[in-house]
């Protein structure tokens, strides 16, 4: 198990695309690990939003979670987790009242823990069983790793968006000022011929302004 995770944190932590970051994670670890069903959820706006999964449910065409999001500290065993920033195994969903079943669900028992960057939860990893008290204190280890690890590539990938960003907004404010600079000195040209020019009409030297 320790193996496989270090081969997924190599995989993972090597790109820089939050999205591809999930998706590679949700199936690496269901292929390793044969869970029933996987998925991450993400914090936005006081909500766990789940953009990827994998399992028996992911792999129906067109399949979508409902609900796909979950308010934080309300809602579900995953809002519980993101709120408290601790983990939690379920042995059986049906007798803890935060759980909140998606449509189509067999899940049994549940293991859901936090994604932490910067002492701060963004998210959630969780995996869930179709048999009873199905997860223990390994597999709660394992996913706390993994989760880690997850927290350390997104954090990556979003430094590398950030840093895009700004040497974007450079590269535009160089470009501003080459042609700020540019038009400064044509205009100063024009400036320059026009006077000349009205000079030489003064003196009628018409000749000399067809020059200009």
Same mark, same amino acid.
């Given at each position: 198990?320790? =193996?496989?995770?270090?081969?997924?944190?190599?995989?993972?932590? +090597?790109?820089?695309?939050?999205?591809?970051?999930?998706? #590679?994670? /949700?199936?690496?670890?269901?292929?390793?690990?044969?869970?029933?069903? %996987?998925?991450?959820?993400? $914090?936005?706006?006081?909500?766990? /939003?789940?953009?990827?999964?994998?399992?028996?449910?992911?792999?129906?065409?067109?399949?979508?979670?409902?609900?796909? =999001?979950?308010?934080?500290?309300?809602?579900?065993?995953?809002?519980?987790?993101?709120?408290?920033?601790?983990?939690?195994?379920?042995? &059986? /969903? +049906?007798? &803890?009242?935060?759980?909140?079943?998606?449509?189509?669900?067999?899940? #049994?028992?549940?293991?859901?823990?936090? $994604? %932490?960057?910067? =002492? #701060? /939860? %963004?998210?959630?990893?969780?995996?869930?069983?179709?048999?009873?008290?199905?997860?223990?204190?390994?597999?709660?280890?394992?996913?706390?790793?993994?989760?880690?690890?997850?927290?350390?590539?997104?954090?990556?990938?979003?430094?590398?968006?950030?840093?895009?960003?700004?040497?974007?907004?450079?590269?535009?404010?160089?470009?501003?000022?080459?042609?700020?600079? +540019?038009?400064?000195?044509?205009?100063?040209?024009?400036?320059?011929?026009?006077?000349?020019?009205?000079?030489?009409?003064?003196?009628?030297?018409?000749? #000399?302004?067809?020059?200009?």
């Amino acid at each position: 198990q320790f =193996r496989v995770i270090t081969e997924v944190s190599q995989h993972i932590t +090597s790109i820089l695309d939050i999205n591809e970051i999930l998706n #590679q994670l /949700v199936k690496l670890v269901q292929q390793t690990f044969s869970y029933y069903h %996987i998925e991450i959820g993400l $914090i936005e706006d006081n909500e766990v /939003v789940y953009y990827v999964g994998a399992g028996e449910l992911w792999e129906k065409p067109g399949f979508q979670a409902h609900p796909d =999001r979950l308010k934080v500290g309300k809602d579900g065993i995953t809002g519980w987790v993101s709120a408290s920033g601790k983990p939690l195994i379920v042995p &059986d /969903v +049906s007798k &803890d009242s935060r759980y909140v079943q998606i449509e189509g669900c067999r899940t #049994q028992s549940e293991l859901a823990v936090p $994604i %932490i960057t910067n =002492r #701060q /939860v %963004i998210g959630v990893l969780d995996v869930e069983s179709d048999h009873l008290d199905d997860f223990d204190e390994t597999d709660l280890e394992v996913m706390l790793l993994l989760a880690n690890q997850a927290g350390i590539a997104i954090e990556n990938a979003r430094l590398y968006k950030n840093a895009k960003k700004v040497a974007a907004l450079e590269e535009r404010q160089r470009l501003a000022r080459e042609l700020h600079d +540019s038009v400064t000195q044509s205009l100063y040209g024009i400036t320059l011929y026009s006077q000349a020019a009205a000079g030489h009409l003064a003196m009628e030297h018409y000749e #000399q302004v067809d020059k200009y």
